[in-house]
């Protein structure tokens, strides 16, 4: 039985996360508590370890040393698809649908991976997950017909299928032009406002600005700043490292 996280426990927790390749550090010692509902931003330059974190929380990587707890449980050791059953869903920089499906089949794949019991018949909650995402329109269409932001909602909406309590998107918006980063930051912060905790990497810096509640800022595998959006924009180190100036 999965225990009970104290209620003001947080709903995420990276306790001293050391994650090397071969003799390279990755993650040096990282530790950071996120609560639920919460909206994260996750920065730094390239190689600074944002995706090995991010592996490390949904389980395609384990850390030498250091746990992760989620909602009270130690799911260090759980493999991804077990730890997508417990409420983690992660959404890929560069959507990976099946071409040949539409995309309310490629939905269903997503809600039968994720074994979610529902009294509703399936292609009913994969067509309420379509219209929370503007996607209803788009059900019966094949993916190779989508437009750019279309296949990031419709990323999105399949992290959406496991129920997840933890999102994490990475990069949703790269490559989007600014109406449409707009349009899936909207999204993204309505989901948000139902109390899904988002972590959300970006490199597109008006988006993390709008999107955080707190933001961390990663530099080769150790943590320079964590704060309010502002207060690390304006960290001298964060400057240095990150945004060039
Ligand atoms: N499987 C691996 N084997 C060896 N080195 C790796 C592996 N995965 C990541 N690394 C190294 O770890 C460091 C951190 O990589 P990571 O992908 O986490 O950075 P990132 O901050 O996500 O970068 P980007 O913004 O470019 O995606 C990099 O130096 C990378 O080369």
Do not use: W
């Given at each position: 039985?999965?225990?009970?996280?104290?209620?003001?426990?947080?709903?995420?927790?990276?306790?001293?996360?050391?994650?090397?390749?071969?003799?390279?550090?990755?993650?040096?010692?990282?530790?950071?508590?996120?609560?639920?509902?919460?909206?994260?931003?996750?920065?730094?330059?390239?190689?600074?370890?944002?995706?090995?974190?991010?592996?490390?929380?949904s389980?395609?990587?384990?850390?030498?040393?250091?746990?992760?707890?989620?909602?009270?449980?130690?799911?260090?050791?759980?493999?991804p698809h077990?730890?997508a059953?417990?409420?983690i869903a992660r959404s890929f920089q560069i959507p990976r649908p099946f071409k040949?499906m539409t995309v309310l089949e490629n939905l269903m794949v997503g809600l039968d991976f994720a074994?979610v019991?529902?009294?509703?018949?399936e292609?009913?909650v994969a067509m309420s997950i379509l219209?929370r995402m503007g996607l209803?329109?788009k059900a019966?269409?094949?993916t190779?017909?989508l437009?750019?932001?279309e296949l990031r909602k419709m990323e999105l909406a399949r992290a959406m299928a496991v129920r997840p309590?933890?999102l994490i998107s990475d990069?949703a918006?790269?490559?989007?032009?600014?109406?449409?980063?707009?349009?899936v930051?909207?999204l993204l912060?309505?989901l948000?406002?139902?109390?899904i905790?988002?972590?959300?990497?970006?490199?597109?810096?008006?988006?993390?600005?709008?999107?955080?509640?707190?933001?961390?800022?990663?530099?080769?595998?150790?943590?320079?700043?964590?704060?309010?959006?502002?207060?690390?924009?304006?960290?001298?180190?964060?400057?240095?490292?990150?945004?060039?100036?």
């Open positions: 039985m999965t225990p009970a996280a104290a209620p003001d426990a947080p709903l995420l927790q990276v306790g001293a996360i050391t994650k090397t390749f071969g003799g390279f550090t990755a993650l040096d010692n990282i530790s950071v508590d996120i609560r639920k509902g919460e909206r994260f931003g996750l920065i730094g330059p390239n190689g600074s370890g944002k995706t090995t974190l991010i592996n490390c929380i389980g395609a990587l384990r850390p030498q040393t250091g746990n992760v707890i989620f909602c009270g449980e130690d799911i260090t050791q759980l493999p077990l730890r059953r417990r409420g040949s074994k019991d529902s009294s509703l018949p292609e009913d219209t209803a329109s019966s269409a094949p190779g017909t437009s750019q932001v309590k933890l990069e918006m790269a490559g989007l032009s600014s109406s449409e980063v707009d349009e930051l909207d912060i309505s948000g406002e139902e109390d905790t988002i972590i959300m990497i970006e490199h597109i810096m008006q988006a993390v600005m709008r999107f955080s509640e707190r933001v961390m800022c990663l530099d080769a595998g150790k943590i320079i700043a964590i704060g309010a959006p502002a207060e690390v924009m304006g960290n001298k180190r964060v400057q240095e490292a990150y945004l060039g100036t």
